[in-house]
């Protein structure tokens, strides 16, 4: 995992099987905090309108009502946590709000085995020990001062390590990060960085769609950072190296590099399209 401090806050570095690295920036702890206090909401929400109802009809005692609720809550919130960020990929209702995500920290997709790992553990990490509290009377003052005590702690371990990740998303091998409304940027194929650069057909082939919209990513602002600045050598080392240009460009000439790259692998790819030849991503010609 190579995470970097920079003044717009913890930076995680991902290189995904394509190659390429890409910055994340980690989630803050406020930022959790509210998705978790919007997504509990809704969960809580959805049940209170249960008990409600049946205390409305007088089908059951207090008592009896409390365990139903309790059993409710398990019962909406688990598959709630796990089918949402299944379908949405990372996502919860209150993530998909603060656009915040959950990725794998190897830089593959992220699996059904994390997502369910990371929520099952979310409900031994705090709900259950929670409505254990709530909805008991006959347990002892001591076991109440434990499940407190177990509470603080696990609470306390999104501030103790620096990726910011609690105990589910230690096991599941997972982090919260950014997940900010991308940017159409026209502009980038419409101006000329670098116009001495021209790229052969046979170095604009070998990348696809998919390529090119990591690259757009990357370049979506100019960086400064020192780690941003390292990130885009790596890009430019990377691409040369696989289309065959020589010389590397120096680093003050590597942005125009890639943006004159990218201007030119778009017109061709559209061109390519345009006579019905889809070029997915770097594997079109093995497939």
């Keep these: ?11 995680l570095m991902q290189t995904p099987p394509e190659g390429v690295p890409i910055p994340f920036r980690i989630a803050s702890r406020g930022a959790r905090v509210g998705a978790q ?43 709630y ?23 794998s920290l190897d830089g593959r997709r992220l699996t059904p085995h994390q ?9 031994a990490e705090v709900f259950m020990p929670l409505m254990t509290l709530m909805s008991s009377t006959a347990v002892s ?29 230690m096991l599941a091998g997972t982090v919260v990060v950014e997940n900010p409304r991308p940017k159409l940027m026209p502009d980038l194929s419409l101006t000329r960085a670098a116009p001495e650069l021209v790229f052969t057909a046979g170095q604009l ?12 990513q990357l370049l979506r602002r100019r960086p400064k ?15 040369c190296r696989r289309i ?14 890639l943006m004159e790259f990218y201007r030119q692998q778009r017109e061709y790819l559209e061109s390519r399209n345009l006579f019905g030849d889809r070029r997915e991503d770097k594997n079109h010609k093995r497939a």
């Design 115 to 123: 997502i369910v790992a990371r929520n099952l553990m979310k409900e």
């Design 225 to 239: 950072a020192k780690a941003e600045l390292k990130n885009l050598e790596e890009v430019t080392r990377a691409i």
């Design 205 to 216: 082939d070998i990348y696809g769609r998919h390529e090119l919209q990591v690259l757009e």
């Design 37 to 79: 206090i919007l997504d509990i909401a809704i969960t809580w929400g959805g049940a209170f309108l249960l008990l409600l109802g049946l205390f409305w009809l007088d089908l059951l005692g207090w008592q009896a009502l409390l365990t139903l609720f309790s059993l409710t809550l398990f019962f909406i919130r688990v598959p």
């Design 244 to 257: 065959g240009f020589a010389p590397v460009p120096e680093a003050a000439g590597q942005w125009d590099f």
């Design 1 to 11: 995992m190579n995470l970097v401090k920079t003044p717009q806050g913890k930076i």
């Design 81 to 103: 946590y796990i089918l949402s960020e299944l379908v949405w990929n990372g996502r919860t209702l209150g993530k998909r709000m603060l656009r915040l995500r959950v990725i």
């Design 141 to 169: 003052g001591v076991f109440d001062v434990i499940l407190l005590l177990w509470m603080g702690g696990v609470l306390m371990v999104p501030f103790l390590n620096k990726p910011v990740q609690r105990l589910g998303d």
